[in-house]
C-alpha cells in the first residue's frame, strides 16, 4: 500500500497543476515497439474475463473467505464505477474524442473509445484483486508485486490512449475504498467460526 500511496501522491500532484489534455500528449509521446506489446498485453489484466481466469487459477488455494471477501469488493466496486459512468459522470470524454485522433499515437489493434471515461474500470478491477490480495500476505516483496501489477494495468489504460491519468487515479482510489470496505465486512461476519479460513477444497468436503 505504501508503494501505491507514494505513487498516487505523485500523479494527484501531476493533475493538479498540469490540464489534463496536455499531460497526456506528454505522456503520448513516448511510446517504443517494445512497450507497446508489454501494455497491450498487460492491459487485458483488467477485464472481465481475465479476472475470472485468475480467479479460477487462485479457487483451490484460497478461503472461503477470500472468495466472499473478493466477490463484496467487487461488487462494491463495480457499483460505483457504474454509478459514476453512467450517472454521475456521463459526459466526460475519453483522449480520442477530447484530443483527436490525429494528435494521438494510437495502436491499430487497440479499440477505441469515445466516452464514459471516468473512472477506469480497468484501473479498478486490478487495484480490487490485487490490493485484496496483498492483504492476505505479510511477505514484502510479494506485496511489492502485486502493488507494482496495480499500477502497471492502470498506467497502461493510459499509456493506450483510453484514459486520462486521472481516471486510473479514481479507479484505483475506487478499489482501495471497495477493499477495505470488504474486508472489514468480512473480517466482523466471519471471525466467529474457524470453517470459512478453511481452503476451498477442504470446506467442500468437510460442508458436503
Known sequence: MGIIALVLTICLYITASTEKGNLHLLINQWHTPLADKFFISITVVGNGLSLVVILLLIY?????????????????????????????????????????????????????????????????????????????????????????FTITVAFSRVYLSLHFLEDIIAGIFIGIISVAIAFLIVKRQFKTSSKWNKPIARFHLITW
Open 60 to 148: 483451490p488455494y484460497v478461503n472461503v473467505r477470500t472468495i466472499v471477501g473478493l466477490f463484496i469488493a467487487f461488487l462494491i466496486s463495480s457499483i460505483l464505477v457504474l454509478l459514476c459512468k453512467q450517472v454521475l459522470f456521463p459526459d466526460i470524454d475519453r483522449p480520442v474524442a477530447l484530443i483527436g485522433k490525429a494528435h494521438l499515437y494510437l495502436l491499430p489493434d487497440v479499440r477505441i473509445f469515445h466516452s464514459h471515461t471516468f473512472p477506469s474500470g480497468h484501473a479498478t478491477t486490478a487495484s480490487v484483486l490485487f490490493l485484496y490480495l496483498s492483504t492476505l500476505t505479510t511477505r514484502t516483496w510479494l506485496q511489492a508485486f502485486y502493488a507494482f
